[in-house]
């Protein structure tokens, strides 16, 4: 680790004006960055860390949807969002009790780890990123493997996912990081059904279309066995090919839909 | 007796470990400490042209940046191989020169090329990545097959073809007839997965050079401090060993990758001297995947042979083994006499010959991790035994049933003489733990679940205690395998056991001091263990081959002989008794048959006062020994596996495993028990998890946790355990065979056999992970 200098503004203006400095760089839950910084991957002169601000914690339901301030860990998420049971579930299941208990939805979804948990549950839910400046839908955020919508400077503020009728999540844990090797969410709404696959692209998480045509016209798990995920553009590596990914698509999808019903 | 042999007594040493109070290598600070940085080859295979250090100097606070012409120039000598193996033909294994820091090549990721000094840690590693190092990229062989191909770089010019050694054990031609005369021919083709062995703190060295005294003090995470100033002294040239302390003080494991002499141990000391500062280097995780020894990596073609009746007729092996880029201190001997002579397993086979080939590689170097050879053995056998079970259409514990070697002592074609074990006994104990009548009731109710239950064997003997002198000496070995002990009795009777065994997680503070309680009836808290000092403790071999039971503890018995004769001695002087009639007993000398009787700590004060000895007495209570064990010991077990597989993702969960061990006699069951839930843990990674994967380039792909894959609680199961202790080892005085590899050495192949029992095919390699059984459970459809 080379050294830096970490700021802990308690105030979100003086935490955006803090990252106007082209050395600085945002501090969520570090549970990325402080390995690669470790590793002596990346070399920031400053550190803004974004957990000491009042805004973005904490955990709300109203109107039919969930609103998680960025900087609420993982642990806060599992414990405290009752009225979304499968996002519950799924933060439960991020990385080892240290990582739940430090790693944020802030931080996840800005880092966009192309086999993190939380976005499949924003892209199957149809989530809205708040940030500083503006809305982001959850379908215009995630721009491919470590990169998204958000520009420089901008910092996410909280995320508020609209309750679906009924969601499952289904992770296959890569074995050695435990990050998904593929996870399906898949979630019910009045308009519709939406599947979220993340781990499995090279371009991080994406709807599995045909599928949700499927079960549209019924939820249950036989709506998509003449379906087959296609292998293009999935990731191929030590832990897996892509054809076993785009295989285990199909069989997580199925068990997600299975224990919708 | 209370805290004696067999009782399972709450470790010494855990308070400090379990409230951080444990003193690590890293842990030393001295006044005029500096630190050191490793500039490393970012390349497998290269031509170092030029080193510019003129950045990294000109930094404040850098102290100097040394380089390999520098360190050869001061006459500090190439790293060795201490087991010379002898090829087929008479020709002597081709070293390569393997110098602490690179001078004309690197060979692999991470070979050293220079060492930066610096004042702090942080800035010692900042100038490392401001040392300019001009590489001409050579062609790569980053595996065997690689570096056997026609036109294969060369890695050492001494080593035509990238091979050190083509050798063999065994009749070839008795071993041919009893293939060609066989009624079925079981043939396997299998790999031994490369291992990384990850001790929890990783590799440190503290140097220190004293001009006054001319004098080297040396902390290191060293398995055997004594061989480490051994070979420090005669072979590296760093100072002669009366110059030269090494300390090897708490190690939190070691697992064979502390045994051996690092360059970083070498270059901190030399860099000492140069610098007149105290030099402190400790690896972080990402240097200990790219530069710690790894493990096994073979290749094997395998040909068992049986008669109609299921008896073996024949048993022939061909391996290729990875060495890596250099020859590590013990490497040869991993794949030749700690593997062919194992091949016997637990069977009574007439005829084996084994033929190793070892290679040259871009890799890092491969030598000795738990098991060491013996596992890659047993994993050959026992997957051999029950592959040819199920081509046979037979039980396989009724074939290993046949084939039990059932009388001893017992004389294999591959050079072992088994002493003792009751194999079909310990097999029954497993098999009845298990409940294996109850499988194929358990497996119908899996299938309901739509998963595939399995079940498998290993029944596995090894060689440990290792080693005696003579015989080793014979096979190759550059040193003796020997132990030393010495038994100081204060006057107050507390008692110090010296020992050259070194404890880096095996708990020798609390069964060294039972057997000492148990001998002379003290509690084990007037019982205290030093080791790991050459300044303290005389000249001992250290710790690995699950030899500090039966060879350490030997030497502290031995020890104990004499005591107890002084002891007798004195007592019967004082209580005008015959020596004969003395017995020590719950911590009091006696004269058998009267109530004449000394405290034991007064006849400790009689020895040291000396006013009433007799009259050819020395003063004085403490005794030397040295043990060197005629035979090595033969710890044997019998392991069954159970798994559940998942057809539609290749998840395996292990549901149950059943280990019965014969370990000789146990001196504490709680930490032989630890020692099973360790190495079957670790056997287990091996089998489902693990494997270090370097690409074409020599580039290693899973150098961190986040690709390493290591066993977590979650994926092992709470062990069934049970021992068998009525046949001892009768080649040393307290019967111990060892304990420590047992696991790491007899669970793969169970394992694997479980994994390939429920998905019916045997065409499985290690790690069978997900994606592994899933190809294996299509390839079969």
């Known amino acids: 680790m080379y050294s830096f200098d970490i700021e802990r503004p308690t105030t979100l203006e003086d935490a955006v004006e803090a990252l106007k400095d082209e050395e600085a760089q945002a501090l969520a839950g570090g549970q990325t960055l402080i390995p690669t910084l470790k590793q002596r991957l990346a070399a920031p002169e400053r550190l803004i860390s974004l957990t000491s601000i009042p805004e973005l914690k904490g955990v709300s339901a109203k109107d039919g949807w969930i609103t998680i301030g960025a900087a609420t860990t993982h642990a806060e998420v599992a414990k405290s969002v009752s009225a979304y049971p499968a996002l519950a579930a799924l933060a439960g299941q991020i990385g080892d009790p240290a990582v739940r208990n430090r790693g944020t939805i802030g931080g996840t979804l800005a880092n966009n780890d192309p086999a993190a948990c939380y976005s499949a549950a924003a892209l199957a839910s149809g989530a809205v990123i708040q940030t500083n400046t503006r809305e982001i839908a959850a379908a215009d955020y995630f721009l491919g493997m470590f990169e998204t919508a958000l520009e420089e400077g901008e910092i996410i503020i909280q995320v508020r996912f609209p309750i679906p009728e009924v969601a499952s999540y289904q992770k296959f844990a890569q074995p050695a990081s435990r990050f998904a090797l593929v996870g399906v969410f898949v979630a019910k709404f009045a308009d519709g059904v939406r599947v979220a696959v993340t781990g499995a692209a090279e371009e991080g998480v994406f709807r599995w279309s045909e599928a949700e045509a499927a079960l549209d016209s019924s939820l249950a798990p036989e709506s998509i066995d003449a379906l087959e995920a296609d292998d293009d553009g999935l990731i191929a590596d030590i832990h897996g090919t892509a054809a076993y990914r785009a295989h285990l698509i199909k069989v997580l999808a199925r068990r997600a839909i299975s224990a919708m019903s | ?781």
């Open chain 2, 1 to 781: 007796m209370k805290d004696g042999i067999g009782a399972p007594v709450k470790r010494k040493e855990d308070k400090r470990f379990t409230t951080g109070k444990g003193k690590y290598t890293d842990d030393i600070r001295n006044d005029n400490q500096a630190y050191a940085a490793f500039v490393r080859s970012p390349y497998a295979h290269a031509r170092v042209k030029g080193i510019d250090t003129s950045a990294a100097l000109a930094m404040e606070g850098v102290i100097d940046v040394l380089n390999g012409q520098q360190l050869t120039g001061d006459g500090i000598g190439n790293i060795i191989c201490g087991w010379a193996i002898t090829s087929k033909d008479g020709s002597p294994m081709n070293m390569g020169a393997w110098s602490a820091l690179a001078t004309e090549k690197v060979r692999y990721v991470g070979d050293a090329v220079a060492v930066v000094i610096a004042e702090s840690q942080a800035l010692a590693r900042i100038a490392a990545e401001a040392v300019e190092v001009d590489y001409e990229e050579l062609p790569v062989a980053a595996n065997i097959t690689a570096a056997m191909a026609d036109g294969a770089p060369q890695i050492h010019d001494n080593a035509p073809g990238n091979q050190i050694y083509d050798w063999e054990l065994g009749d070839e031609a008795a071993t041919d007839a009893g293939l060609a005369e066989a009624a079925h021919v079981t043939t396997l083709n299998i790999t031994n997965n490369r291992l990384s062995p990850n001790p929890m703190e990783p590799r440190s060295a503290v140097a220190t050079y004293d001009d006054a005294e001319d004098h080297y003090t040396l902390y290191t995470t060293s398995q055997n401090p004594h061989v480490a100033r051994l070979v420090l002294s005669a072979f590296y040239n760093v100072a002669p060993e009366h110059k030269l302390r090494v300390i090897a003080p708490d190690v939190g494991g070691g697992f064979g990758a502390k045994i051996y002499i690092y360059p970083e141990e070498i270059t901190c000391l030399w860099a000492s001297m140069k610098t007149n500062r105290s030099i402190k280097w400790t690896s972080d995780r990402s240097e200990a995947f790219l530069t710690d020894a790894h493990g096994r990596d073979h290749i094997t073609t395998a040909k068992m042979g049986f008669d109609k009746d299921g008896k073996i007729t024949g048993f022939k092996i061909d391996t290729l083994a990875n060495i890596g880029a250099y020859m590590s201190l013990f490497s040869s001997s991993v794949p030749t006499y700690l593997y062919a002579p194992l091949m016997s397993g637990q069977y009574n086979i007439q005829n084996i010959h084994c033929n190793v080939r070892t290679y040259y590689t871009n890799t890092v170097p491969v030598d000795a991790y738990r098991g060491a050879g013996r596992p890659e053995a047993t994993y050959l056998v026992e997957r051999m035994m029950e592959t040819a079970a199920r081509e046979m259409g037979m039980d396989p514990a009724e074939l290993r049933r046949r084939n039990f070697v059932q009388e001893f002592p017992h004389q294999t074609p591959v050079l072992m003489q088994y002493d003792s074990g009751d194999f079909p006994k310990i097999l029954q104990m497993a098999q009845d733990a298990a409940d294996i009548a109850g499988f194929e009731a358990r497996k119908a109710e899996a299938a309901k679940r739509g998963k595939l239950r399995g079940l498998g064997y290993s029944t596995f003997i090894e060689a440990c205690g290792l080693a005696p002198s003579k015989a080793a000496g014979s096979l190759g070995a550059g040193v003796g395998l020997w132990e030393s002990a010495e038994v100081r009795v204060n006057p107050v009777g507390s008692i110090e056991i010296l020992t050259g065994s070194h404890s880096h997680g095996q708990g020798h503070e609390t069964t060294f001091a039972q057997i000492v309680a148990d001998r002379f009836g003290l509690p084990v808290e007037n019982v205290s263990i030093v080791h790991g000092d050459t300044d303290k403790v005389q000249f001992g071999m250290g710790t690995y081959g699950s030899r500090s039971g039966p060879v350490g503890m030997s030497a502290v018995v031995k020890a104990m002989d004499k005591v107890e004769a002084k002891v007798k001695k004195i007592a019967a002087h004082t209580l005008e008794a015959s020596e004969d009639d003395i017995v020590i007993e719950g911590g009091e000398v006696k004269v058998s048959g009267t109530d004449k009787s000394m405290a034991w700590h007064e006849v400790g004060l009689a020895a040291y006062v000396a006013h009433n000895l007799p009259d050819d007495m020395e003063p004085g209570l403490k005794e030397t020994a040295f043990f060197d064990p005629v035979n090595f010991s033969f710890p044997s077990g019998a392991f069954i596996c159970e798994v559940e597989v998942d057809p539609d993702t290749g998840q395996t969960e292990i549901v149950n495993f059943t280990s019965a061990d014969d370990f000789g006699t146990i001196i504490n069951p709680m930490i032989v028990e630890g020692q099973v839930h360790g190495g079957v843990t670790q056997g287990i990674g091996q089998a489902m998890l693990e494997q270090v994967v370097y690409d074409e380039d020599g580039q290693l792909l899973n150098g961190s946790y986040m690709d390493y894959a290591m066993p977590r609680a979650a994926d092992v199961p709470s062990y069934s355990i049970s021992h068998h202790e009525d046949s001892p080892s009768p080649n040393n005085p307290l019967g111990v065979k060892g304990c420590g590899e047992a696991g790491a050495i007899g669970a793969p192949p169970a394992v694997i056999n479980a994994i390939t029992d429920a998905i019916g095919t045997n065409d499985l390699a290690m790690p069978a992970t997900p994606q592994a059984v899933w190809n294996a459970i299509q390839a079969a459809k």
